[in-house]
């Protein structure tokens, strides 16, 4: 005897909650459209009988799969984390999935990722600064599918981005740390290759010297992986130098705490002896010791905002325009005027 239950159907969940098939095909595609108890009523109902819609069949009628593709550089460290959490619930408010994949900072992989999820149906692709060939964009185009940059602004950029202006904000903060009388730096960075924001960051310390009129050509540059090993096996070289820095910029946060780890090991107070700058204002920028002089992000928003556009070009058609967020310094407890003006 087989006494396997037979699979529940869209009616048999309508019928469960007492409400039309159309409600119950709302409550699964526009959630936001559907009261909050007819929504509880209606997942109850597909708890209650295990019922799993057919998303495959939707899409193939409507060529649409209500999934948008997320490609980040990596997933080791907190850096995207803030910014994709809120890239997808509000993906969510609008009945739509994020996949996610990650590149490890290559442009190969990058590229095999993203037309990997365009031929699994992704209906849009975010994706991490400007630095790709153009080829990817006129394949996308071709395949009608909308990609969004982020963590980057460019207003020359041809392709559409919500994102910071990686260099203005790193010049403001160094303009800063310079009125403060610092005069030798030095820069953790990530590998510029490939890497437009990181470029951008240097460039704008670079531009913050001159400007305060420094030579930029003295910067200690150090470019590696992040990583907190990374930043302290870094900033031990750079502070290894004849004439150590008195301000060490980091490219991120996670450079930055490594830093810091570091100048305890060596016996090094900091911002006594050496101020240390991080990039991003992730969670660890404030729990770290002491607490981390860096650059806000606005990662949240960044997300959110990214998510609505978007769903608004493919929901409605509306064309993809670039936003601007601000970027802002926070001071906190590692920078310091350095000891020969004190």
């Given at each position: 005897?087989?006494?396997?239950?037979?699979?529940?159907?869209?009616?048999?969940?309508?019928?469960?909650?007492?409400?039309?098939?159309?409600?119950?095909?709302?409550c699964l595609n526009f959630p936001d459209r559907v009261s909050q108890r007819t929504r509880d009523k209606v997942m109850?109902?597909?708890?209650?009988?295990?019922?799993?819609?057919?998303?495959?069949?939707?899409?193939?009628?409507?060529?649409?799969?209500?999934?948008?593709?997320?490609?980040?550089?990596?997933?080791?460290?907190?850096?995207?984390?803030?910014?994709?959490?809120?890239?997808?619930?509000?993906?969510?408010?609008?009945?739509?999935?994020?996949?996610?994949?990650?590149?490890?900072?290559?442009?190969?992989?990058?590229?095999?990722?993203?037309?990997?999820?365009?031929?699994?149906?992704?209906?849009?692709?975010?994706?991490?600064?400007?630095?790709?060939?153009?080829?990817?964009?006129?394949?996308?185009?071709?395949?009608?599918?909308?990609?969004?940059?982020?963590?980057?602004?460019?207003?020359?950029?041809?392709?559409?981005?919500?994102?910071?202006?990686?260099?203005?904000?790193?010049?403001?903060?160094?303009?800063?740390?310079?009125?403060?009388?610092?005069?030798?730096?030095?820069?953790?960075?990530?590998?510029?290759?490939?890497?437009?924001?990181?470029?951008?960051?240097?460039?704008?310390?670079?531009?913050?010297?001159?400007?305060?009129?420094?030579?930029?050509?003295?910067?200690?540059?150090?470019?590696?992986?992040?990583?907190?090993?990374?930043?302290?096996?870094?900033?031990?070289?750079?502070?290894?130098?004849?004439?150590?820095?008195?301000?060490?910029?980091?490219?991120?946060?996670?450079?930055?705490?490594?830093?810091?780890?570091?100048?305890?090991?060596?016996?090094?107070?900091?911002?006594?002896?050496?101020?240390?700058?991080?990039?991003?204002?992730?969670?660890?920028?404030?729990?770290?010791?002491?607490?981390?002089?860096?650059?806000?992000?606005?990662?949240?928003?960044?997300?959110?905002?990214?998510?609505?556009?978007?769903?608004?070009?493919?929901?409605?058609?509306?064309?993809?325009?670039?936003?601007?967020?601000?970027?802002?310094?926070?001071?906190?407890?590692?920078?310091?005027g350095p000891k020969a003006v004190k």
């Amino acid at each position: 005897m087989n006494s396997k239950r037979p699979t529940p159907t869209l009616n048999d969940v309508a019928t469960e909650a007492g409400v039309s098939t159309a409600t119950v095909s709302r409550c699964l595609n526009f959630p936001d459209r559907v009261s909050q108890r007819t929504r509880d009523k209606v997942m109850t109902a597909i708890n209650l009988l295990g019922y799993s819609p057919n998303f495959g069949a939707s899409a193939m009628a409507a060529r649409r799969t209500k999934t948008i593709g997320a490609i980040i550089p990596t997933m080791e460290n907190a850096i995207f984390a803030r910014g994709l959490q809120a890239f997808q619930e509000t993906l969510r408010g609008y009945g739509y999935t994020m996949l996610v994949a990650s590149t490890a900072y290559r442009a190969d992989i990058e590229e095999e990722q993203i037309r990997s999820l365009v031929a699994r149906g992704a209906d849009a692709l975010l994706l991490i600064g400007h630095d790709r060939d153009a080829q990817i964009y006129t394949f996308l185009e071709t395949q009608g599918v909308p990609a969004l940059v982020t963590w980057a602004f460019d207003p020359h950029a041809e392709q559409p981005s919500v994102g910071f202006d990686n260099h203005a904000a790193m010049r403001e903060m160094a303009a800063s740390v310079i009125a403060l009388g610092h005069e030798n730096l030095a820069l953790i960075t990530a590998r510029c290759a490939g890497n437009d924001r990181a470029r951008a960051r240097l460039v704008g310390l670079r531009a913050a010297m001159e400007a305060a009129g420094q030579d930029p050509e003295l910067l200690q540059v150090i470019q590696t992986t992040y990583g907190i090993e990374n930043g302290a096996a870094a900033f031990a070289e750079v502070m290894s130098a004849k004439k150590p820095p008195t301000a060490v910029f980091c490219g991120n946060d996670v450079l930055a705490v490594g830093a810091l780890r570091q100048a305890r090991e060596m016996g090094l107070s900091v911002p006594e002896d050496v101020s240390i700058i991080g990039f991003d204002d992730i969670e660890l920028a404030q729990v770290a010791y002491p607490p981390l002089t860096t650059v806000h992000v606005p990662h949240a928003e960044m997300g959110h905002r990214a998510a609505l556009a978007l769903i608004d070009t493919l929901q409605s058609g509306i064309p993809l325009q670039s936003i601007a967020l601000p970027a802002t310094p926070v001071f906190r407890k590692t920078l310091a005027g350095p000891k020969a003006v004190k």
